[in-house]
């Protein structure tokens, strides 16, 4: 059974986890807070009209990004 038909048995969880970031967002999903895996963990996701249509993994990054060394001299050689 698909996570599609269990959002209307499972009422007592808080969100749905999904590990699909390819599966694309269909307006039955708006309304709904889905945690998508980013690779480490499930974020929250609450979907919004605006978002059908793209893929779900739009919304979770999976890199975060620190910024450049500041004082890099090893690349200066």
Do not use: Q
């Not at 698909?2 to 499972?10: D, E, F, M, N, P």
């Not at 808080?14 to 945690?35: F, L, N, Q």
């Not at 059908?52 to 739009?58: A, I, N, P, S, T």
Request: glycine content about 10%; some cysteine; proline content about 4%.
């Amino acid at each position: 059974m698909g996570w599609a038909a269990r959002l209307g048995l499972t009422a007592r969880l808080k969100y749905e986890r999904v590990r699909s970031r390819a599966s694309t967002i269909i307006p039955t999903m708006i309304g709904h807070t889905i945690a998508i895996h980013n690779g480490k963990e499930h974020l929250p996701i609450y979907i919004t009209d605006r978002m059908v249509g793209h893929k779900l993994g739009e919304f979770a990054p999976t890199i975060n990004f620190c910024g450049h060394a500041k004082n890099d001299n090893k690349s200066r050689r």
